[in-house]
């Protein structure tokens, strides 16, 4: 993945910038955006790719956490790369603690560039739920779709590793906070666009937004349960269906106000669950004359 040149990761490299051996902040954030910087980020991004990712490549043996983010491991893969050589040198000159390198290419991939390239993955699926004849269909289709891509994805991996480390780093959750407004703006953006198209609007005292986060939920509950259990009937490959278009589904069934009613969703519920009228008696009026 080639980055923006303009990209400052001075702004999120703070391992760096804290231990590098530079003695003034300008000359730290000149190596934060050198080019060699950024082999060593890739090198880490595709290391963590390839162990977090799916498939039977990564280091399954019982070492400690991250080993296979070893300063040796990393220049060897720059070395891969074949545009630029590291050595210990370079490596020290930013990083002189393995901690502060593991850091910080966490947080390079955890940042809105990659998880852009993410998002974009389900772009298709996302479009069809305005103009797809059989919305149903195009509804699991979106499931399936993003559970499936997150699977298959590290990215679902080291948003986990971000997430525990959002409570106590702050470089950590800015990041966190940014992959979900691009996560969540783009399913929201879709959703948007499908009601408007569809002439749907929400019940009162609900939002687009509410039940984007309602399906951002489920989606992640959903994805930390199949990378426990990957055959527990979440997903169904055959009929390319999920529990996550159910559950989509079942909110566009109950949380669309489709008969103009101006009913809540909870007068919904209340309609449906209370005491149904009682039947008429046969004998009050029912019969004929006396």
């Known amino acids: 993945m080639t980055e923006a040149p303009d990209e400052d990761l001075s702004l999120i490299l703070t391992g760096l910038m ?4 530079r003695k003034t902040d300008a000359g730290r954030q000149t190596l934060a955006n050198d080019e060699l910087t950024r082999e060593y980020l890739e090198a880490g991004r595709r290391l ?8 039977d ?3 399954t043996d019982d ?6 983010l070893s300063q040796r491991t990393v220049i060897d893969e720059v070395a891969k790369g074949g545009r630029l050589r590291g050595s210990e040198g370079t490596f020290r000159d930013r990083w002189p603690y393995q901690p502060d390198y593991i850091r ?7 940042r809105g560039a990659h998880w852009q390239e993410f998002v974009d993955r389900t772009a298709g699926a996302r479009d069809r739920l305005a103009d797809a004849e ?3 269909r195009a509804v699991h289709d979106a499931g399936y779709e993003d559970l499936v891509v997150s699977l298959r994805s590290p990215a679902l991996r080291a948003q986990l590793i971000g997430t525990a480390m959002a409570a106590r780093d702050e470089i950590a959750r800015t990041t966190m906070r940014q992959m979900y407004q691009i996560s969540t703006q783009a399913w929201q953006d879709a959703y948007e666009k499908a009601a408007a198209a569809r002439g749907l609007k929400v019940r009162p005292g609900l939002t687009i937004a509410d039940l984007n986060y309602i399906l951002t939920a489920c989606s992640e509950g959903m994805q930390m349960r199949l990378l426990v259990e990957p055959e527990d009937g979440v997903i169904d490959h055959e009929r390319r269906t999920s529990l996550l278009g159910t559950a989509a589904l079942a909110l566009i069934a109950a949380c669309f106000d489709h008969f ?3 009913l809540s969703l909870e007068d919904v519920v209340g ?3 209370g005491p149904a009228a009682a039947p008429p008696d046969p004998e009050d009026g029912a019969g004929g004359p006396a």
Not at 18 to 21: F, G, P
Not at 104 to 110: H, I, K, R
């Open 18 to 21: 804290r231990a590098a051996r």
């Open 48 to 55: 963590i790719d390839t162990q977090l990712g799916p498939g």
């Open 104 to 110: 910080d290419v966490l947080a390079y991939v955890l």
């Open 63 to 68: 070492r400690p956490l991250f080993r296979w």
């Open 271 to 273: 309609l449906a669950t």
């Open 57 to 59: 490549d990564g280091d």
């Open 134 to 136: 059989d919305v149903a």
């Open 260 to 262: 103009d009613d101006g």
